[in-house]
């Protein structure tokens, strides 16, 4: 990952945190094959004929077999394609609807008004959803309908199984109830869960495990609550954290006075002592087995449930710094970077019973930008000459493509799917060419690719014809299938940026953005004199610091604290601070020396600048959360906090803020998406009320945000750009996690 930085032509702004581009990309939500926001588990199906779903302008498309339809006749909120393909069920204005997509004849049917959030089981045949006034009804797709609960909480925090005789959800004061509908709604867990809380079930809600979060005496604390058997036996871990749930095993790694621990079925092994959130960034946990590897100096422990192996290996160095990692799902694989004195290299590491755990070096690993291991655990990986856009990309030790996108692959049946990059002269702009990539050998499909999913080995869509010097307009949408490229529709994406900076009398801003998907990086190959189709902004609300008398700030103590790319919304207030003579403190946190961004330009306008890297590569070592602390224990105090980054780096400021009393406000753009108030993406709750950050934000009070929520919608949002990495992860073992499949419900 990266962070640019280009001078944009718009009109003149004061502090405000976003404006919105549309870049030419046309949205494809594809929810092929198993069907999205579904419950029940079901296997990955390839269908006869490519069918799949995409958005242009919020209103819902199908393309089938050489014909692209209209499928909604409005705006749509959010929309589920089952396994089979064959139904399609959504929300368009408030309104639930279905539709049969076999039957070529039948038009959508409303199945309810009012409704704020649903759920359907695998096949689409079982629907529950909630109503604006709370109520919970269970139907089926033929119109029949029952009341089922209510007093829900308007929350996409509602789960049933398969059959849809469970349902498990939130009431407006955060109860959680478990209602047995076969069972005349019997309520078979009703615990009340004041404060904020997540919960985790299993697929068929046997086992439901909650964290929840409250205070006592203004200090944070957590318990843990457990049903089993159906509801009937509960268990409580009183403050304890959930490091790593299992539902489905009904198992848990938690953490309880600074101690590690295992739970399964009501029985708690303790596995290691002086635990803490600093290895919360560290700790790498499997998906499938309760299997849990922490980094110990030059070597990691490796929890197996209750079990505990110390693996120590040597290199040579008197200080050994383990960067990138990542473990299989089954527990039984490690892949990580380890560098000590120069020597730096991947390894990878057999974790499975009775291997020898010796870690063997696959390739020195000198600027390597991502690594990741397939289904079938092959290592991938890429590398790059310093400064250079162009990156090769290497398995398991083995140059395989020269100058490709590494941060798009898919790998599935044995094949990689990359875009190379071809650089011409000045005069010419890049080519980007989807390549299949099988034993070895590559295979050119077509140029001018910005984003594409492949669907199976023998279907794989593509948006292309989006010119740098058009101004990201048009990209149009292709289906390559059997050899053959079939044009089906265009359209453009509303992309939300940072402004960092201005220049009123140039009329120019300054954004700043990271590299995170195809329209990012298509904005890395600006030029002098390209620009962008629109560009829209400021958008949201100004900082309230804008409304207070000059004066009235001086008086006041005002700390900054910004994470990562978080460093670009914030110096624009600081700088502001600085031109009316108000010195205000900063904290500039980042993972590394190398992602520090705005340093040079922060040191001018900070009354007080303090740096901080994870990785102790610059600046102090540790979190920004640790730089707070060590300021409040030197004698500072503050009238108020703003906090900027990360989701969960402003969480726990909030945390550590609330319980030092300072007020704090954070910026909650990281989960904006269209910028206007329409996609809905950006929802939030503030204390008791809903609220927008594109339109009502993007600041809001830190202590009444619901981070856990918000970080919970984040992840729903990032599937667009992550399911190429996941399929790549996980290969054709791909079972969900990209919020459309349904496999991972």
Known sequence: MKSSEKRIKTLPIIITLSVIAVAAVAII?????NGG???????????AKPRFIYSKNNVLYMYDDGTSERMSEDICDKYTLTTDSNRLIYISKGDLWYRDIENKDDKPHKIATDVTAYNVNSDGSKIVYIKENGDIFKGTTDGKTEKVGENCSDSDELFINDSADRIGYFTNDRSFILADVSQGNEIIVNELISGDSTVSCSDNLSVIIIEKFYYIDSEPANNIY????????????????????????NSMYYTKDGTLYYYEKGESTKIQDNYSYEYYSFELCATDVPVMVIPEGSGFFVVKKDK????????NASCVLITMREISADGNTLIFTASGDGDSKIYRLDLSDGSDKTPVAIDDDTNVTRITLTGDKKVVYSKTEYGSPMRNIYVDGKLISENADS???????????????????????????????????????????????VLDKDNITMICGMKHKDGFRGGTLYLYKDGKIVKIDEEGERIPLTICDYDREAGTITIVFQVVGASTQRMTGLEVGDSFRDFVGPLGCASEFCSEEIEDLKKKKILFVAGGVGAAPVYPQVKWMHENGIDVDVIVGSKT???????KEMEAVAGNLYVTTDDGSYGRSGMVTTVIEDLVKDGNTYDVCVAIGPMIMMKFVCLLTKKLEIPTIVSMNPIMVDGTGMCGACRLTVGDEVKFACVDGPEFDGHLVDFDQAMK?????????????????????????????????
């Open 37 to 47: 926001d579904t419950a029940g588990s079901s296997g990955y199906i390839m269908p």
């Open 226 to 249: 457990i049903y089993s058997d159906n509801g009937k036996t509960k268990n409580v871990i009183e403050n304890a954290e959930i490091v790593r749930a299992y539902p489905e095993k």
């Open 308 to 315: 505990t192996e110390k693996i120590k290996f040597n290199l």
């Open 713 to 745: 919608r984040q992840q729903m949002y990032k599937t667009e750009e992550g399911r190429a990495m996941l399929k790549l992860q996980e290969g054709d073992t791909h079972h969900g996690g990209c919020g459309h499949c349904g496999g991972d419900k």
């Open 593 to 599: 020396k190398d992602m520090l961004i705005l340093e």
């Open 29 to 33: 939500l594809l929810l092929f094959t």
């Open 407 to 453: 941060d798009n692959i898919t790998y599935l049946d044995g094949s990689f799917y990359y875009i190379k990059n071809t650089y011409g002269t000045d005069e010419e702009e890049p080519t980007s060419i989807l390549t299949i990539n099988q034993d070895g050998k590559e295979t050119a499909i077509k140029d001018d690719v910005s984003r594409y999913c």
